[in-house]
């Protein structure tokens, strides 16, 4: 019976790696994967999924009024789908993941999806939050904080390599934009009444983490 995952975690947990790491398992027996990204991630082009660790893939990218159904549709003229993956999909909206849940259910193709859970404020994405109340089974992928506990939650980082607390929701970035952190870390960030160093510039020696005096 197809179902639809939502795969989620923190940032550098091996999301993308895993989703590439599907798409050719199933590739490898003779069987046809679609990916599928939001347009709005173009970090490796806008029809090109890559990992941190190199591997790539060719993927649709799905635009803010794209529906991933409509899509699906489309590509299943020219053969069958046996899967549709999604890399980003924190980044979807709430139709667009109603039309992955549509994917499933009407097309009986299983969905696995990826993302993050929540924002740098520890706020839902939207399509995140769809994805939790609607994906039949749901994964985390875990990684750790710097202090050793499990990261739970997402921190941005300016240009100084200070922690962020204020901007836009939606702001493209890699590893020298984002750090994982546990919920303690974040409660640091955000309640903690002081600026919070998360990178070291070069001429510094204080280790991350620790209060900006």
Known sequence: MAKLYFYYSTMNAGKTTVLLQSAYNYSERGMRPLLLK???DDRAGHELIRSRVGIQAPALAVGPSDDP???????LQSGNIHCVLTDESQFFTRDQVYGL??????????????GLRTDFRG?????????LAWADELK???TICHTGSKATMVVRVDEHGYA?????????????????VSRAEFKLVFYGGKRVRMFDP????????????
């Open 164 to 180: 962020a607390t204020e901007g836009a929701q939606v702001e493209i970035g890699g590893n020298e934009r984002y750090v994982s």
């Open 140 to 142: 985390e992928l875990k």
């Open 123 to 131: 706020e839902l994405f939207e399509g995140s939050r769809y994805l």
């Open 202 to 213: 070069p001429e510094q020696t204080e280790q991350p983490g620790l209060l900006d005096s």
């Open 69 to 75: 159904l409509t899509l699906v549709r489309n590509e």
């Open 38 to 40: 939001p347009g709005i």
């Open 101 to 114: 849940t549509e994917i499933v259910d009407e097309l009986k193709i299983p969905v696995l999806a990826f």
